[in-house]
């Protein structure tokens, strides 16, 4: 097979903006006529999505629906979800692989390159030129020894790399410069060129930092992009990007218990877009707010421990109160299984194996298994007869009374429960507040006034938007001449 064009964007450090630059980048090469791909081949993110029965991560997600494709599990064959502080699930193209310590997995990864590899090239083998985004930065030399990230997979694969800085942080030309600096040779040689991200006033001014890159680094400059305030509208990847507090100064208050191992925290962004409503993400050592009217308990990647986090800080007395004033209770996933009576690991799926009490507030108990549901998910929301659709990534099996008035029908199945008296509810469906319909009729149940907001539409926009941004403001006949000639 020939070689397609392909081009990496590696960043300065983490959190530069690369996963927004390629999604911005596909939707411009897509409305320039070009079959593009996106492709990570490591992530790192409790933020997946479902693709082709497997899981991704939520970025790769965004950057197949900017390309306008479906998602699929070659763009992300590597994906780790921490689960504590020196582990994590390995999920190799899309399927659970094990879970393994940080430094185990370091002499681990070199095994993983020829599956990278392997979706790298299924993916040049359908499509016109592949996107591809790093991870971290390649100046972390000291893990540069089997890397599939950054330069290890750019050498395997012989990828061109641009750079991005992120100015916004500050010290933007010292990260720059000092990158170059610290990579060996054959790396240093590798990237083409470079460009800043996120910058605030007049790009003019910083016309001086540009050469003095240039003349130290001998690369490419490609372009400054303003600070593009409209990406807080997409869906994030990092908890650390996670807005902390309100979302906004709507009247109806959504609470949201920040737990250490959220996941799948996306689900919350529909919500938040909705007007007059505050998503209030509540972070360790606050109370959750008396005056909310409704407690969202979220996706969890090891729902025990976060479970023994939200009692250790007072939250479930919170709940239990938001409860006797009659305001209602929702939980997504492991937040569903935090409501039941109790959840057992008889095969130490997250740990020790034991068996703790839940919330109590619904007539469920919940076992931990290996076997992982990774599936889409569409049906219809019991209570309102309205469709649903959404997808489901979880381990465990949820029994009990409660179950018998259940959240939704999912193709002839019941999933999820209702409290009898209908305050508490919850589901293992992800994704189902993005379904305009829905989100209004379930939030109206609550006493809010409806609206005529349209999520998809609204990201679709946004990605236009930031498409328009880039070819503004970037140098995108460079960037595809540096693509193009990895092809020649």
């Not at 997946?48 to 997600?61: L, S």
């Not at 490609?222 to 979302?247: H, K, M, N």
């Not at 149940?445 to 990201?459: E, K, L, N, P, T």
């Not at 498409?467 to 001449?481: K, S």
């Amino acid at each position: 097979m020939s070689r397609k064009p392909a081009l990496m964007l590696q960043g300065t450090g983490s959190n530069v903006g690369k996963s927004i630059l390629v999604a911005g980048l596909a939707r411009a090469l897509v409305q320039r006529g070009i079959k593009v791909a996106p492709f990570k081949p490591q992530n790192m993110s409790n933020n997946a999505g479902v693709a082709e029965g497997g899981e991704i991560g939520r970025a790769q997600m965004l950057q197949a629906r900017a390309a306008g494709l479906t998602p699929s599990i070659h763009m992300n064959p590597v994906l780790l979800k921490p689960e504590s502080e020196i582990g994590a699930q390995i999920i190799v193209q899309g399927r659970l692989a094990g879970t393994m310590r940080a430094r185990d997995y370091g002499s681990h990864k070199t095994t993983l390159m020829p599956k990278v590899l392997e979706s790298f090239q299924a993916l040049e083998a359908d499509y016109d030129l592949i996107l591809v985004e790093g991870a971290g930065s390649p100046a972390e030399i000291n893990l540069r020894a089997g890397d599939i990230a950054n330069m290890g997979f750019a050498e395997a694969a012989d990828v061109p790399v641009v750079l991005v800085g992120d100015i916004d942080r500050g010290g933007v030309i010292a990260s720059v410069v000092g990158t170059h600096t610290v990579l060996p040779l054959a790396d240093r040689q590798r990237i083409k060129g470079f460009l800043i991200n996120k910058f605030r006033g007049d790009v003019s001014l910083f016309d001086d930092g540009i050469k003095t890159i240039e003349k130290m680094t001998a690369w490419q400059p490609l372009g400054v992009v303003p600070y593009f305030p409209q990406a807080r509208r997409l869906p994030a990847e990092d908890v650390l990007d996670l807005q902390t507090g309100a979302s906004s100064s709507g009247s109806f208050t959504i609470a949201v218990p920040k737990l250490p191992r959220i996941a799948n925290f996306d689900d919350l962004d529909p919500l938040a877009s909705e007007p007059d409503v505050s998503v209030h993400l509540v972070e360790a050592g606050e109370p959750l707010p008396t005056n909310a009217d409704l407690i969202l308990l979220p996706g969890s990647k090891s729902t025990i421990s976060d479970l023994e986090f939200l009692k250790a800080e007072g939250w479930d007395i919170d709940i239990a109160a938001h409860l006797r004033r009659g305001r209602p209770v929702i939980g997504l996933c492991g937040g569903y299984q935090m409501l039941g009576k109790r959840i057992s690991d008889p095969d130490g799926v997250e740990g020790p194996v034991r068996s703790v009490a839940g919330l109590g507030h619904l007539d469920i108990e919940t076992t931990l298994s290996r076997t992982k549901t990774t599936s889409p998910a569409n049906g219809v929301h019991c209570a309102s007869g309205l469709a649903v659709e959404g997808y489901e990534i979880h381990l465990g099996n949820t029994t009990g009374a409660d179950c018998e008035r259940p959240f939704a029908h999912i193709a002839g199945r019941a999933d999820g429960a209702h409290s009898p008296n209908g305050l508490v509810c919850g589901t293992y469906m992800h994704g189902i507040f993005s379904a305009d319909a829905f989100r209004v009729a379930y939030l109206q149940g609550f006493g809010h006034a409806a609206s005529d907001y349209r999520y998809d539409q609204a990201i679709d926009q946004c990605l236009d938007e930031l498409a328009q941004h880039l070819e503004t403001h970037l140098d995108i006949a460079a960037l595809l001449d540096i693509a193009y000639a990895r092809a020649a």
